[in-house]
């Protein structure tokens, strides 16, 4: 297990229950590196999810470009694949949570690590090493996050409110967009 997947993981804007149960048990599975290699059948028992939830939601997230099916195969018979979960340097690999009453997230659980309080805020080195897979993933999440955006903006009229979910909604790809092209070192 390894607390970088994990909390890398918890980071994700993905918004359907099985497809982040599905990445949560992966991230489980994961080397600090971010390989992850759980059968389907072993993902199914810890999720309590049915197979063929379990292989769409494995399917949604390389779709969505959150993991990459890295094309090799593992276990007795070769037919596990081996997926590459994009963790960053951002996360540490050891910590502790602690209860924090002040915001960002008032009662929430955040990582003590260092003079970093928290995660996810866009506070990342914006000019990380990454290498040349990393840029792929993290370029193909921004475009996912700016067509998002788009989508959203494009079913409300000039003078339609957004509904609440929907809010949250935009407000969560517009946070990931600016953090990813931070990292990335997109001129805004």
């Known amino acids: 297990m ?6 890398w993981a918890f980071d994700q804007p993905v918004y359907s229950a099985s497809k982040k149960l599905v990445l949560l ?12 290699f759980p059968g389907v059948e072993t993902i199914v028992q810890i999720t309590g999810q049915n197979d063929k939830t379990v292989r769409k939601a494995l399917s949604g997230l390389v779709d969505d470009a959150i993991i990459v099916d890295t094309g090799q195969r593992t276990g007795p018979n070769g037919m596990v694949k081996v997926y590459q979960l994009p963790v960053s340097e951002r996360y540490p690999k050891t910590g502790s949570l602690i209860r924090v009453e002040d915001p960002p997230n008032a009662g929430s659980m955040i990582p003590k690590f260092g003079s970093d ?4 805020t866009g506070n990342s080195n914006k000019n990380s090493n990454f290498s ?11 475009e996912r ?4 955006i788009r989508l959203i903006q494009s079913s409300y009229g000039d003078h339609q ?5 929907d809010r949250i909604k935009l407000n969560r790809f517009r946070d990931r967009k600016k953090q990813l092209e931070q990292e990335l070192g997109v001129l805004v």
């Open 2 to 7: 390894s607390l970088r997947a994990l909390l």
């Open 25 to 36: 048990a992966l991230s489980n599975f994961s080397s600090d590196k971010g390989l992850s």
């Open 117 to 120: 309080l928290y995660i996810g």
């Open 132 to 142: 040349g897979s990393d840029k792929v993933i993290k370029s193909k999440e921004l």
């Open 145 to 148: 996050c700016t067509e998002e």
């Open 161 to 165: 409110a957004l509904d609440e979910l």
